[in-house]
């Protein structure tokens, strides 16, 4: 029975071993397909998979405003510490002193792209683009403030 | 009829009456360093360039496109930049053996082509034990990783040496069972002599089915011992990030680089030498003139032909296989491929005695 076993085990081996070895070849000899982009080429037509992550921006609309609070459930998700909320108070119509966002600052250099923070955020303020040119000469200039200057929450966002 | 051994045969002439014999046969040692040297270069130009051409289209893409027409100058213009490198050698690692160890690899690599015949009666050392000479040789080339895994002073690159320690010395055995199978065949240690065994069909198709097997054996235990993907956990890039060479840089790591395609040349060679006979064009029995039609064909191309299409069968597993655990590779060569390679010696053996070949 052992003997069996083992030469069944030594079939079933070879025969799966050339089951991808078919694949591979077939691939190798049909080469009309490439599933990769020409990218410096074809950067007007450049088509990136819906998923693909390149960095994290802070919506705003038309009218130069956003969604975030304030509230830092972004800070504390992220595991590498890319994000840093500077919150400040307005004062609001009925004199009472509210927390809101003043900077939103945003280290791209140590973002490894996880989508935590954008899982974690509860009024959806910032999403992930798909820009991903981001090479630049210092690495100052990848410390980013995400809120646009002049902008406010959004009313109706608690 | 121009050949390789003509031109051989005619500058070792030229040599004699030129010079005294002590200076041609200086001359002819310098020529003949100098030669394989040469084709060293050439091999890692063009086996980098094949190898990242078939993972390219194996992969659905396109591999290297933008260096000369078609991405034929990649593997020069990489030589290039590996040349200007800064070869760094870390401060806590024993010096000497750290930059012996590439060249020691390297140096392995050329005493393995000495009995390698290229052509017809074209050969750098007939020797009469030319196979027995491979296998010790080839067996050398575990100390030039041990060493450069050792000397680094560095865990990854001593994991990795280990591991491949333990690999090269148990495939050695499956390896060399596969060969003496062909040894046993034909009744000789000599290249020439095996190869000239096999003017009436290769042994893969002489030998029947045990033939066959020692093949398919021979193919996958030298994968192992040129260290390539499916076993390649000496380096294993996912978790030893280098392996033994982690801590070499420029030159030096290229000249790892090279000896590992050298090795892969070296064993398709002997493995093209031993089953599908070498220089010896494809012959069927006593069928004249067929076989006539075949000698047409130059020695050398149908040698490089088959050593190549040996090279691509071995970047065909790299490219489709997932890398083996530790123990398994070691399930694979004690539990199946000794055995297995025992029983088919024995097997061999009983049909070399009774004359069952053809």
């Known amino acids: ?158 | 009829m121009w050949s390789f051994s003509n031109i051989a045969d005619s500058i070792q002439n030229w040599l004699n009456q030129t010079f005294s014999a002590t200076w041609s046969l200086v001359m002819q040692m310098l020529i003949a360093g100098i030669a394989v040297i040469s084709l060293f270069a050439i091999l890692g130009l063009v086996l980098v360039l094949m190898e990242r051409k078939v993972s390219a289209w194996m992969q659905i893409r396109l591999g290297p496109n933008r260096v000369g027409p078609k991405g034929i100058l990649q593997t020069l213009a990489d030589t290039l930049k590996l040349l200007v490198k800064e070869g760094l050698t870390p401060a806590g690692a024993d010096k000497i053996l750290f930059n012996l160890a590439p060249v020691l690899a390297l140096v392995i690599g050329m005493l393995l082509m000495a009995p390698i015949a290229f052509a017809k009666d074209f050969q750098l050392w007939n020797l009469n034990i030319g196979v027995l000479y491979i296998s010790a040789v080839s067996s050398v080339m575990v100390i030039s990783i041990l060493m450069a895994g050792w000397a680094s002073n560095n865990k990854y690159s001593l994991m990795g040496a280990m591991r491949s320690g333990a690999q090269i010395v148990s495939y050695e055995l499956s390896a060399g069972l596969s060969i003496l199978t062909i040894v046993v065949l034909c009744g000789s240690l000599n290249i020439p002599d095996i190869i000239y065994s096999q003017a009436d069909g290769w042994w893969i198709f002489k030998g029947h089915i045990p033939a066959i097997i020692s093949f398919v054996i021979f193919i996958i235990a030298v994968t192992a011992e040129t260290n390539r993907a499916p076993f390649d956990l000496a380096e294993a890039e996912s978790e030893l990030t280098a392996g033994f060479h982690t801590e070499y840089s420029g030159m030096k790591f290229a000249l790892f680089f090279l000896a590992e395609y050298v090795n892969v040349f070296i064993v398709c060679a002997i493995g093209a030498t031993l089953f599908l006979g070498g220089w010896m064009p494809f012959h069927i029995g006593q069928w004249e003139s067929f076989n006539r039609v075949m000698d047409y064909i130059p020695s050398s191309i149908w040698f490089f032909g088959k050593t190549f299409f040996l090279i691509f069968l071995i970047m065909w597993f790299r490219w489709t296989f997932p890398r083996l655990r530790i123990d398994q590779l070691l399930n694979l060569e004690w539990k199946y491929l000794l055995p297995i390679s025992m029983i088919n010696l024995l097997l061999v053996t009983v049909i070399a005695i009774l004359g069952w070949h053809f």
């Not at chain 1, 683009?129 to 902008?151: A, C, M, W, Y």
């Open chain 1, 1 to 158: 029975m052992f003997i069996v076993n083992y030469i069944k085990n030594i079939f079933k081996g070879v025969k799966s071993l050339l089951v991808g070895m078919r694949r591979t070849g077939y691939y190798f000899t049909h080469h009309k397909e490439i599933i990769t982009q020409q990218y410096p080429d074809n950067k007007e037509t450049l088509n990136l998979p819906e998923r693909f992550k390149g960095e994290v921006v802070l919506i705003h609309d038309e009218n130069n405003e956003h969604a975030c609070t304030g509230c830092t459930a972004c800070e504390l998700a992220c595991p590498n510490a890319t994000i840093k909320i500077v919150t400040k108070f307005d004062i609001t119509a009925e004199g009472k002193k509210k927390k809101a966002l003043d900077k939103f600052v945003y280290h791209l250099e140590l973002c490894t792209m996880c989508n935590l923070c954008i899982i974690a955020c509860p009024t959806d303020a910032i999403k992930m683009d798909q820009t991903f040119e981001h090479s630049v000469f210092d690495r100052k200039e990848l410390t980013k403030i995400l809120n646009k200057p002049g902008s406010k929450i959004r009313d109706g966002v608690e």
